[in-house]
């Protein structure tokens, strides 16, 4: 039994990936840069609005949500869009091959 297997096209599609996902991770880096100094200078607000006595801060349930979200991604089986990136694994392989490179210099 011979499985068609063209080394053109998987080097095309692990390419095309490669590329995507080197853009993709580019900028995914530098979103999530923008959104941690967001999210870092919203914490500063809030710590000195609460010294300043104008606001006051739940720090136990603002840190209980990040305790559920982490305790809810342990656990479960795989989601159903898992079995099409394995069927997939091509073009995904280079894709996150060039989202770890475009992520690392971004």
Same mark, same amino acid.
Do not use: C, N, R
């Given at each position: 039994?011979?499985?068609?297997?063209?080394?053109?096209?998987?080097?095309?599609?692990?390419?095309?990936?490669a590329?995507i996902?080197?853009?993709i991770?580019?900028?995914a880096?530098?979103?999530?840069?923008?959104?941690?100094i967001?999210?870092?200078?919203?914490l500063?607000?809030?710590k000195?609005?609460?010294?300043r006595?104008i606001?006051?801060?739940?720090?136990?349930?603002?840190?209980?949500?990040i305790?559920?979200?982490g305790?809810a991604?342990?656990?479960? /089986?795989?989601?159903?869009w898992? /079995?099409?990136?394995?069927?997939t694994?091509?073009?995904s392989?280079?894709?996150?091959?060039?989202?770890m490179v475009?992520?690392k210099k971004?």
């Open positions: 039994m011979q499985v068609g297997i063209d080394p053109q096209q998987l080097g095309l599609e692990f390419g095309s990936g590329l996902g080197g853009i991770g580019f900028a880096k530098k979103v999530a840069k923008l959104l941690a967001i999210v870092g200078l919203e500063a607000l809030f000195f609005l609460e010294s006595g606001m006051s801060v739940d720090w136990e349930k603002l840190s209980a949500g305790l559920k979200t305790e991604a342990q656990g479960g /089986a795989p989601p159903s898992v /079995a099409t990136l394995l069927s694994l091509s073009i392989g280079g894709f996150a091959g060039g989202f475009g992520f971004g």
